[in-house]
């Protein structure tokens, strides 16, 4: 299996906060993707890239909130993020990148 192009354009990078830390030690992790992208995308994507398998994807979107700038009203952009839970035996160490 190799890795596409297109693979890098569907995950846009790892999340690391509290709660993706705690997802992470029953074997899940958590990325921000692209916001058009589908779980079987997601899916095939994680797989090729960090060569493990994939038990099941849960995503979800969180809309921008709307915030001033230096007295300017600004509205952040819509993230996706994606919960991805791997195969018993099978690890992302997301701090060492692609």
């Known amino acids: 299996m190799t890795a596409k192009p297109e693979h890098y354009d569907v ?3 790892p999340l ?3 709660k993706s830390t705690m997802t992470s030690e029953s074997g899940g992790v958590v990325f921000e ?3 058009d992208s589908s779980k079987p995308q997601i899916k095939q994507a994680v797989e090729e890239l960090f060569g493990v398998k994939v038990k099941a994807v849960n995503t979800t979107i969180t809309k921008g909130k709307q915030k001033r700038f ?3 009203l600004g509205r952040r952009k819509d ?3 994606a919960y ?3 195969e018993e035996g099978n690890t992302i ?3 060492t990148g692609l």
């Open 11 to 13: 995950i846009v990078k």
């Open 16 to 18: 690391i906060t509290e």
């Open 33 to 35: 993707v692209a916001i």
């Open 70 to 72: 230096r007295g300017q």
């Open 79 to 81: 993230v996706k993020k």
């Open 84 to 86: 991805v839970t791997l």
């Open 93 to 95: 160490d997301v701090t």
